[in-house]
Antibody, heavy 124, light 109 residues
Framework: QITLKESGPTLVRPTQTLTLTCSFS??????????VGWIRQPPGKALECLAL???????QYSPSLKSRLTVTKDTSKNQVILTMTNMDPLDTATYFC????????????????WGQGILVTVSS | EIVLTQSPGTLSLSPGDRATLSCRAS???????LAWYQQKPGQAPKLLIY???SRATGIPDRFSGSGYGTDFTLTINRLAPEDFAVYYC??????????FGQGTKVEIK
């Protein structure tokens, strides 16, 4: 049974750095084709993919946010950490982490398991 | 960046009706790297369809997806009360520029 859960601060000040942790179980992030992504959703708005990290440590970032994002994994703790620098009120959103896999090395199954999300508010 | 345009913005239907949702991509997704998600208020999105037409684990067969290239459709046959929600399409063809559509709300008429 795959589960994921986000944790971190729910309030950050403008210009601060946000650090979120995704704790997961039921899969290994050392397996080829397995990945964990971060997706955010501003209140009442659509979803935006921020970053992905794979079992082989390949990392991918949204081009528009790449300069502000870092994603890492701690396989011993089954955790993925996202940092976002220089937070702005426009970054207020629910942040989700989600599991992604490739079946048989060919068929990509995107974001099939999600955490509950964490609402992060950026305000002074 | 690939833009996904969903239509209509809102669909007002009754339980038992058929819902047809559209997603158009600004560039071809070729091998059907298109997924559909359902999201209810206060919940995470739930994967319904991937590869344009493959149902995710545990998804009822009243949900079906079709399409190729730039035009994709999610069909929900015989709407159940629990199907009233917001639906998003998602392209995962062009890494790392994964994008989502703006959503279609299926509401009770």
């Amino acid at each position: 049974q795959i589960t994921l859960k986000e944790s971190g601060p729910t309030l950050v000040r403008p210009t601060q750095t946000l650090t979120l942790t995704c704790s997961f179980s039921g899969f290994s992030l050392t397996t080829t084709g397995v990945g964990v992504g971060w997706i955010r959703q501003p209140p009442g708005k659509a979803l935006e993919c921020l970053a992905l990290i794979y079992g082989d440590d390949d990392k991918q970032y949204s081009p528009s946010l790449k300069s502000r994002l870092t994603v890492t994994k701690d396989t011993s703790k089954n955790q993925v950490i996202l940092t976002m620098t220089n937070m702005d009120p426009l970054d207020t959103a629910t942040y989700f982490c989600a599991h992604r896999q490739t079946l048989g090395g060919l068929i990509v199954v995107p974001f099939d398991y999600w955490g509950q999300g964490i609402l992060v508010t950026v305000s002074s | 960046e690939i833009v996904l345009t969903q239509s209509p913005g809102t669909l007002s239907l009754s339980p038992g009706d058929r819902a047809t949702l559209s997603c158009r991509a600004s560039e071809s997704l070729s091998s059907s790297y298109l997924a559909w998600y359902q999201q209810k208020p206060g919940q995470a999105p739930k994967l319904l369809i991937y590869g344009a037409s493959s149902r995710a684990t545990g998804i009822p067969d009243r949900f079906s997806g079709s399409g190729y290239g730039t035009d994709f459709t999610l069909t929900i046959n015989r709407l159940a009360p629990e199907d009233f929600a917001v639906y998003y399409c998602h392209q995962y063809r062009y890494s790392p520029r994964y994008t989502f559509g703006q959503g279609t709300k299926v509401e009770i008429k």
